[in-house]
Nanobody, 126 residues
Framework: QVQLVESGGGLVQAGGSLRLSCAAS????????MGWFRQAPGKEREFVAT????????GYEDSVKGRFTIYRNNANNTVLLQMNSLKFEDTAVYYC???????????????????WGQGTQVTVSS
């Protein structure tokens, strides 16, 4: 089992920045791929970004490319999401997620991620 705990959410004005953090514990290993999803009120949970164990491979949802950066620090089993140029439509609960794989695939479906954190709220005021 893997436990994921997010932190770093909050309220920010449009154009501002936030950095989310996700700490993984339990059965972490070099095959753990991690990602971020988000869910706005009344909408489906959607993919945001993903990163391989090594950090060499990443993937992003089109609307966040160039604004968000996912990276990880395996020394403390943490994955981070740096969010810049935030927009009102980025407002959502952000979830950290993970799955085990022998390699990296650009998986965007929530069904591919069996491990989830509890979520952290990001609110962008216009």
């Amino acid at each position: 089992q893997v436990q994921l705990v997010e932190s770093g959410g909050g309220l920010v004005q449009a154009g501002g920045s936030l950095r989310l953090s996700c700490a993984a514990s339990g059965r972490t290993s070099s095959s753990l791929v991690m990602g971020w999803f988000r869910q706005a009120p009344g909408k489906e949970r959607e993919f945001v970004a993903t990163i391989s164990w090594s950090g060499a491979f990443t993937g992003y949802e089109d609307s966040v490319k160039g604004r968000f950066t996912i990276y990880r620090n395996n020394a403390n089993n943490t994955v981070l999401l740096q969010m810049n140029s935030l927009k009102f439509e980025d407002t959502a609960v952000y979830y950290c997620a993970a799955y085990f794989a022998s390699g990296f695939s650009f998986l965007r479906s929530r069904d591919d991620y069996p491990y989830w954190g509890q979520g952290t709220q990001v609110t962008v005021s216009s």
